[in-house]
């Protein structure tokens, strides 16, 4: 089954600075990955999202890449802001819906002002 | 235009007891995924349910934990005689389309 793995486990910016987090991914089949931003006591929260067939993704501040060949994907996140800090989840999965998501173990994003 | 209801927020058990824990989906979606997190942990799925049929449950453990999606009314998450270990955040979401949408979850305390 779909195994994914996610570095770094803690990150520390400056406010102002970018932040970069990476998930690697096990199955080829896999064609979905979304990130998600869980705040202390809450539940997860899609921040953006990137499909097999597009290379990168972004949005404002945020931005994912994903490269298939390699299996791996990325979110970027520019000029950080305080409120960028929580727990950041990498997933992968079949496809964006009917299928469940595989997680990441999460990053711990502190931006410091 | 609610997202998706989870009830109760907290729930303490003693251990033997039973939780129930609700899932209401978005309106207009018809897929509910449960997850649980333990403490410090990423998400871990547990089963995939449409209206009265359990599509996935391959993350269910074998005993002790049931759900079901009735045509009518919530999902229910079901854990019977509790133990330590069943402490934790249990999360639904809900889908068709435009990804899966997370509801606040569950957190489950067994003392």
């Known amino acids: 089954g779909e195994n994914v793995e996610q570095h770094p486990s803690t990150l520390s910016v400056q406010e102002g600075d970018s932040a970069v987090i990476k998930c690697t991914y096990s199955?080829?089949?896999?064609?979905?990955f979304p990130w998600y931003k869980q705040e202390l006591g809450k539940g997860p929260q899609l921040i953006i999202d990137i499909r097999s067939n597009v290379g990168e993704k972004k949005d404002q501040r945020i931005a994912v890449t994903l490269n298939k060949t390699a299996k791996h994907f990325s979110l970027h996140i520019t000029e950080t802001q305080p409120e960028d800090s929580a727990v950041y989840f990498c997933?992968?999965?079949?496809?964006?819906?009917?299928?469940?998501?595989?997680f990441g173990a999460g990053t711990i994003l502190r931006v410091k002002s | 235009n609610a997202g998706v209801m989870q009830n109760p927020r907290h729930l303490v058990r003693r251990r033997g007891q039973e939780a129930r824990l609700r899932c209401s989906p978005m309106?207009?979606?018809?897929?509910v995924y449960w997850y649980r997190q333990l403490p410090e942990e990423g998400l871990k799925f547990m089963v995939y349910l449409q209206k009265e049929n359990i599509i996935d449950e391959s993350g269910m453990p074998k005993e002790r934990f049931s759900a079901e999606f009735p045509k009518e009314g919530p999902s229910i998450l079901r854990i019977q005689q509790v133990v330590r270990g069943d402490s934790a955040a249990y999360f639904c979401a809900s889908s068709p389309n435009n990804g899966y949408t997370f509801g606040s979850g569950t957190r489950l305390t067994v003392v």
């Open positions: 309106k207009g979606h018809s897929h």
């Open positions: 997933a992968a999965s079949l496809q964006e819906y009917g299928n469940k998501l595989v």
């Open positions: 199955d080829s089949a896999s064609n979905y």
